[in-house]
Structure formats: C-alpha cells, structure tokens
C-alpha cells in the first residue's frame, strides 16, 4: 500500500547525506506541508499519487545552501538520490522516471518546466509552502540564519530602487514570492497561491507603515 511507502519515504529523509547541509526552512516540517499540499492538489486535478507522494516526500532529500553556488543542481542530486532509493528498495521501477522529473523540476532555482500533471502539482505544492503566513515565517527565519539584515534602511520597501535579495531579506518577497501565484500550473494551485500572496501584501503594507513611521527626522 502507499500509505506503507510513504512511512519509508519519511525515515529515508531523516538521514540526510554528510555532503548537503539543511536549512531550518527545508525541515521535515516543509516537507510534510509539501506532501499534504501535493495530496491535496492531486486529488482535485487527478494526478497520479504513486508520482505524486514519492516526489513530494522525496524532493528535498538533497538540500544545499541558499548561497551554495551549486544551488541549482540540488534538484537533479534529489532526483538522483530519490530514485536510487527507489530502485533500491522495489518500487514500481515503471514510475521512477516520472517521479524523477517531478522531482529534478519543482525547483524554482534550476528552472526545468514540468512536462507532467504530476510535475505541475509537486511543484505548485511546494511553491505553496514559500507563500502566505508560512512563506513570511520560513523567509524570515531563512534570511536571519544567512544572517541578512532585515531590510534597506534608506528605503525599507523597493519603491525607487531594483529589489535585491542578495543585500537584504524583504526584497525576496519582491524578486521571487509575489511572482509565484502567476507561475503555478493548477487552477486549484494558482487559486491558493492568489489567496497566500494576498496575505503577503497586507503584511509588507503594514510592515512599510511602520518602518515609515519608526524612522528619525
């Protein structure tokens, strides 16, 4: 059964490779709201779950460094990873190749579109997790593990000036979370994804009020 599968996708993560080195905001936690958005997703768009549960349980199973500058290849390493796993231990071997792809593409990073449905949902479920309340939570508690300052002191929000996400930890909401609703694939996904990046706003509206106002003459 995939609910016996799912118990060892779980333990597998738990043990992740010397090599790659976690951040706190691609935990076990992430990953299990990556699982129970794909499931979600899938069943409103009938995907196929025995591609859908192993990519979104597995897709993180290598994670690098924000900064690492081969950031962009943790994708494919996961892929890699998942699918020797998979092998390994007897799974469908006729559906490893499309978990593989779901898996090599859910990363905005590596920017491979997903050719499946089942692409589409893991990747739409794991956007989902960097937007709305939690998508605040994560960015901030990523930001301040790479020890970025919170925000441009001279111009807290990028109104006049280009966002940058490399210099400070607001402009991220501005280079890439806000964009992503646009970039989902799901009707039932970019629906969420509106309603999470409406949060969002209020938030940064609100946070660039009393910045304004915190600020000396």
């Given at each position: 059964?995939?609910s016996d599968?799912?118990?060892?996708?779980?333990?597998?993560?738990?043990?992740?490779i010397?090599?790659?080195?976690?951040?706190?905001?691609?935990?076990?936690a992430?990953?299990?709201?990556?699982?129970?958005?794909?499931?979600?997703?899938?069943?409103?768009?009938?995907?196929?779950?025995?591609i859908?549960?192993?990519?979104?349980?597995?897709?993180?199973?290598?994670?690098?460094?924000k900064?690492?500058?081969?950031r962009?290849?943790?994708?494919?390493l996961?892929?890699?990873?998942?699918?020797?796993?998979?092998?390994?231990?007897?799974?469908?071997?006729?559906?490893?190749?499309?978990?593989?792809?779901?898996?090599?593409?859910?990363?905005?990073s590596?920017?491979?579109?997903?050719?499946?449905?089942e692409?589409?949902?893991?990747q739409?479920?794991?956007?989902?997790?960097?937007?709305?309340?939690?998508?605040?939570?994560?960015?901030?508690?990523?930001?301040?593990?790479?020890?970025?300052?919170?925000?441009?002191?001279?111009?807290?929000?990028?109104?006049?000036?280009?966002?940058?996400?490399?210099?400070?930890v607001?402009?991220?909401?501005?280079?890439?979370?806000?964009k992503?609703?646009?970039?989902m694939?799901?009707t039932?996904?970019?629906?969420?994804?509106?309603?999470?990046?409406?949060?969002?706003?209020?938030?940064l509206e609100e946070?660039?009020?009393?910045?304004?106002?915190?600020?000396?003459?």
């Open positions: 059964m995939l599968w799912e118990a060892r996708f779980e333990q597998f993560i738990g043990h992740p010397p090599d790659t080195t976690p951040d706190p905001a691609h935990d076990i992430h990953i299990r709201r990556v699982v129970a958005n794909a499931r979600r997703l899938a069943g409103i768009e009938r995907a196929d779950l025995a859908v549960l192993p990519a979104a349980w597995l897709h993180d199973c290598v994670v690098l460094p900064d690492s500058a081969r962009a290849e943790a994708s494919q996961a892929a890699e990873r998942a699918g020797a796993f998979l092998r390994e231990t007897g799974y469908a071997p006729d559906l490893i190749p499309a978990i593989e792809h779901a898996i090599v593409t859910h990363s905005f590596a920017g491979i579109p997903p050719r499946t449905l692409a589409k949902v893991v739409d479920a794991d956007r989902l997790d960097a937007l709305g309340a939690i998508g605040i939570a994560r960015t901030l508690l990523l930001g301040g593990t790479m020890g970025k300052p919170l925000y441009d002191t001279d111009e807290p929000l990028p109104v006049t000036r280009e966002p940058d996400d490399r210099r400070n607001i402009d991220h909401f501005y280079v890439k979370l806000l992503l609703p646009d970039m694939h799901t039932a996904g970019r629906r969420e994804g509106e309603r999470r990046a409406r949060l969002m706003r209020v938030y946070l660039g009020r009393e910045l304004t106002e915190s600020q000396l003459p």
